[in-house]
């Protein structure tokens, strides 16, 4: 074997070393210990910036969910009010019970951001200390940040930031403290408190930022039932189609691309062949969202006779997720058939979701907690022993496990229990710390909005904003009010142009359209029928496009191509305020005259 030397001549003296023996030599000394240093926080703090940018992303892809723009505010508020709270819990009390001295369950430091780990006895503080206390209160944030999506339309503002609060500075940071601390019953390592001598591989974080973040909402959902009308009519087996489908797929991206901060802040140094642990995660993260979401499309297309844009952002999400666990320990071709497997869960599962009829918004349950779950598992089985040596370089060589596939000196079953163990625990203590708060809120009646106002979700519960959709609007008229307001203002503003500017004011839009029945009626039951045609046949046309069901008078002159400009009136506006009335043969879009305040 051929063994490569240097020649050094140092004061005159030449000395000849091996290489590796050189290299040890050179990265104990103090100065490459700091060049390391501050590689080490650069590469954190990258990662965080890339993992902060997951709020966006959870923000497009929940408010193009929603089922209505006029939620859209509220939901905004929820997630930015998160990280707020996250931030401020974690940091004043979070990070001391995940990361402060103590013993295998919790700590004991570091609270208001000072002391141990943070800075020694002499005042010294460490940067790559800072910088990871950042990236998990971002792993924090992000975990709490699933739970808003899943239950949107629902639930109280002040009862989703108690959940938020509790989990930022008591659940979460425990359970990260049980895998991420050298003193963790979950410990990665072999030390005497570590699970069955091996610890938990879980690279990562599927189970303290997947699995975590998802349970509350599943315990929250069936409790709090579905949105009004969810499962009426003919969507009681199907998904709702999206309120806006871009904003949906362009938040999937976000988060995808945000998902490689996540996996790569794994890899907390450099030294040990750290850049290719990082090379190896990034296309092990790609493979397997791709994977995933190419099986999902199969799937919807096979069963359901059409692509769906859900089922592909969607199946990117539960690859992301199904990979997570293992995306530094498993060859290319077993993150190929772990994402494979994530986008067959993802699919299967919302089918029964539907079938029980849980309303779950974005359908976080099954791609986070159901498919963070099979990350665990996966870890367990697939993991090969060479790249988990690499991954974790502190293993001794003859303590190193493996996937029970490769049954490494009879290590891969007790690693698949050590798994098993850690995913029952963390759905125990996660499930009882979320029910200690849920079940008296829910008790009382106090989580979701009263019966009187459940089905509007108004905004006035986050904003004060007054909702001026009256109780009594119907499900086809709610079709219709849930239109894409900008399509209908750039038709509105078409037909201003063709009229003279010294007749008409500029007018401010409102965030909804408010369809009203005429007051008098001379036959009441064919003007239903009439109404309820007319909608439906809009609606159908819509759903062929892929667009939304009203878009100014497009549709409408699609369905009744007779309708003549004349049958638009328009009167000089003085403020926001449209109503319009579906008669059979015409649309009319009315505004209240100049310095009148009477509705038509």
Same mark, same amino acid.
Not at 131 to 155: D, P, Q, Y
Not at 513 to 541: F, M
Not at 572 to 587: I, M, T, V, W
């Given at each position: 074997?051929?063994?490569? @030397?240097?020649?050094?001549?140092?004061?005159?003296?030449?000395?000849?070393?091996?290489?590796?023996?050189?290299?040890?030599?050179?990265?104990?000394?103090?100065?490459?210990?700091?060049?390391?240093?501050?590689?080490?926080?650069?590469?954190?703090?990258?990662?965080?910036?890339?993992?902060?940018?997951?709020?966006?992303?959870?923000?497009?892809?929940?408010?193009?969910?929603?089922?209505?723009?006029?939620?859209?505010?509220?939901?905004?508020?929820?997630?930015?009010?998160?990280?707020?709270?996250?931030?401020?819990?974690?940091?004043?009390?979070? =990070?001391?019970? &995940?990361?402060?001295?103590?013993?295998?369950?919790?700590?004991?430091?570091?609270?208001?951001?000072?002391?141990?780990?943070?800075?020694?006895?002499?005042?010294?503080?460490?940067?790559?200390?800072?910088? *990871?206390?950042?990236?998990?209160?971002?792993?924090?944030?992000?975990?709490?940040?699933?739970?808003?999506?899943?239950?949107?339309?629902?639930?109280?503002?002040?009862?989703?930031?108690?959940?938020?609060?509790?989990?930022?500075?008591?659940?979460?940071?425990?359970?990260?403290?049980?895998?991420? %601390?050298?003193?963790?019953?979950?410990?990665?390592?072999?030390?005497?408190?570590?699970?069955?001598?091996?610890?938990?591989?879980?690279?990562?974080?599927?189970?303290? $930022?997947?699995?975590?973040?998802?349970?509350?909402?599943?315990?929250?959902?069936?409790?709090?039932?579905?949105?009004?009308?969810? =499962?009426?009519?003919?969507?009681?087996?199907?998904?709702?189609?999206? /309120?806006?489908?871009?904003?949906?797929? *362009?938040?999937?991206?976000?988060?995808?691309?945000?998902?490689?901060? *996540?996996?790569?802040?794994?890899?907390? @140094?450099?030294?040990?062949?750290?850049?290719?642990?990082?090379?190896?995660?990034?296309?092990?993260?790609?493979?397997?969202?791709?994977?995933?979401?190419?099986?999902?499309?199969?799937?919807?297309?096979?069963?359901?006779?059409?692509?769906?844009?859900?089922?592909?952002?969607?199946?990117?999400?539960?690859? !992301?997720?199904?990979?997570?666990?293992?995306?530094?320990? $498993?060859?290319?071709?077993?993150?190929?058939?772990?994402?494979?497997?994530?986008?067959?869960?993802?699919?299967?599962?919302?089918?029964?979701?539907?079938?029980?009829?849980?309303?779950?918004?974005?359908?976080?349950?099954?791609? %986070?907690?159901?498919?963070?779950?099979?990350?665990?598992?996966?870890?367990?089985?697939?993991?090969?022993?060479?790249?988990?040596? +690499?991954?974790?370089?502190?293993?001794?060589?003859?303590? +190193?496990?493996?996937?029970?596939?490769?049954?490494?000196?009879?290590?891969?079953? +007790?690693?698949?229990?050590?798994?098993?163990?850690?995913?029952?625990?963390?759905?125990?203590?996660?499930?009882?710390?979320?029910?200690?708060?849920? !079940?008296?809120?829910?008790?009382?009646?106090?989580?979701?909005?009263?019966?009187?106002?459940?089905?509007?979700?108004?905004? &006035?519960?986050?904003?004060?904003?007054?909702?001026?959709?009256?109780?009594?609007?119907?499900?086809?008229?709610?079709?219709?009010?849930?239109?894409?307001?900008?399509?209908?203002?750039?038709?509105?503003?078409?037909?201003?142009?063709?009229?003279?500017?010294?007749?008409?004011?500029?007018?401010?839009?409102?965030?909804?359209? +408010?369809?009203?029945?005429?007051?008098?009626?001379?036959?009441?039951?064919?003007?239903?029928?009439?109404?309820?045609?007319?909608?439906?046949?809009?609606?159908?046309? &819509?759903?062929?496009?892929?667009?939304?069901?009203?878009?100014?008078?497009?549709?409408?002159?699609?369905?009744?191509?007779?309708?003549?400009?004349?049958?638009?009136?328009?009167?000089?506006? &003085?403020?926001? /305020?449209?109503?319009?009335?579906?008669?059979?043969?015409?649309?009319?879009?009315?505004?209240?005259?100049?310095?009148?305040?009477? %509705?038509?």
């Amino acid at each position: 074997m051929m063994v490569h @030397t240097i020649r050094l001549k140092i004061n005159g003296t030449e000395t000849d070393l091996a290489w590796s023996e050189f290299v040890a030599k050179i990265d104990s000394t103090e100065t490459s210990t700091k060049l390391f240093e501050h590689f080490d926080t650069a590469l954190i703090l990258q990662c965080s910036t890339l993992l902060f940018l997951m709020q966006a992303g959870f923000i497009l892809m929940e408010t193009g969910s929603l089922s209505t723009k006029r939620r859209a505010n509220a939901l905004i508020l929820k997630n930015l009010g998160d990280t707020v709270l996250c931030a401020f819990f974690y940091f004043l009390i979070g =990070f001391g019970f &995940s990361h402060g001295e103590g013993g295998p369950f919790i700590g004991k430091s570091g609270f208001f951001g000072v002391g141990e780990p943070l800075c020694d006895d002499g005042g010294t503080c460490s940067s790559k200390e800072y910088s *990871l206390m950042f990236f998990r209160f971002l792993k924090t944030a992000t975990a709490v940040t699933i739970l808003s999506g899943c239950i949107a339309e629902r639930v109280h503002l002040w009862v989703y930031y108690l959940l938020v609060s509790v989990s930022s500075c008591f659940s979460l940071p425990l359970l990260a403290r049980w895998i991420n %601390h050298s003193k963790g019953w979950a410990y990665p390592y072999t030390h005497p408190d570590s699970l069955f001598r091996t610890g938990v591989m879980d690279f990562a974080g599927a189970g303290e $930022v997947c699995i975590a973040g998802a349970l509350p909402a599943l315990i929250l959902l069936p409790l709090i039932g579905p949105r009004r009308n969810r =499962f009426d009519g003919e969507w009681k087996e199907e998904r709702l189609p999206s /309120q806006n489908n871009y904003f949906k797929t *362009l938040g999937a991206t976000i988060m995808w691309m945000s998902w490689y901060g *996540l996996v790569f802040g794994g890899v907390t @140094t450099l030294r040990t062949n750290g850049g290719a642990v990082v090379a190896k995660i990034a296309v092990n993260t790609t493979i397997s969202a791709v994977a995933a979401s190419i099986t999902a499309i199969a799937f919807g297309l096979y069963y359901e006779r059409k692509l769906c844009p859900t089922d592909a952002s969607n199946g990117i999400l539960s690859g !992301l997720v199904g990979i997570t666990g293992a995306c530094a320990t $498993v060859d290319t071709e077993w993150a190929l058939f772990i994402g494979m497997v994530s986008g067959l869960i993802y699919f299967s599962l919302t089918k029964v979701f539907l079938n029980l009829q849980i309303d779950d918004v974005v359908d976080g349950v099954q791609i %986070h907690l159901c498919c963070g779950i099979w990350s665990l598992i996966a870890t367990a089985l697939f993991s090969s022993r060479d790249l988990v040596k +690499v991954a974790y370089p502190d293993f001794e060589d003859e303590n +190193v496990p493996c996937g029970l596939l490769y049954q490494c000196n009879g290590l891969g079953s +007790v690693q698949l229990a050590a798994n098993l163990v850690y995913c029952a625990l963390t759905i125990l203590w996660i499930g009882l710390t979320s029910s200690l708060i849920i !079940l008296p809120l829910w008790y009382f009646d106090l989580i979701r909005y009263s019966s009187r106002t459940d089905g509007e979700d108004t905004q &006035s519960d986050y904003t004060g904003d007054t909702d001026s959709a009256g109780s009594d609007v119907t499900d086809t008229q709610n079709l219709i009010q849930d239109s894409n307001i900008d399509r209908v203002d750039a038709a509105l503003k078409t037909i201003e142009e063709r009229n003279s500017p010294e007749k008409l004011v500029p007018c401010r839009v409102r965030n909804e359209l +408010v369809i009203r029945e005429e007051e008098e009626v001379e036959d009441n039951e064919s003007s239903l029928q009439n109404k309820a045609k007319i909608a439906e046949q809009i609606r159908k046309a &819509s759903l062929q496009t892929g667009d939304d069901p009203l878009s100014a008078l497009g549709h409408i002159k699609a369905v009744y191509p007779d309708i003549e400009g004349e049958d638009l009136e328009l009167t000089p506006p &003085s403020r926001a /305020q449209r109503s319009g009335s579906l008669k059979s043969g015409e649309f009319n879009i009315e505004w209240d005259s100049a310095g009148e305040d009477s %509705h038509h």
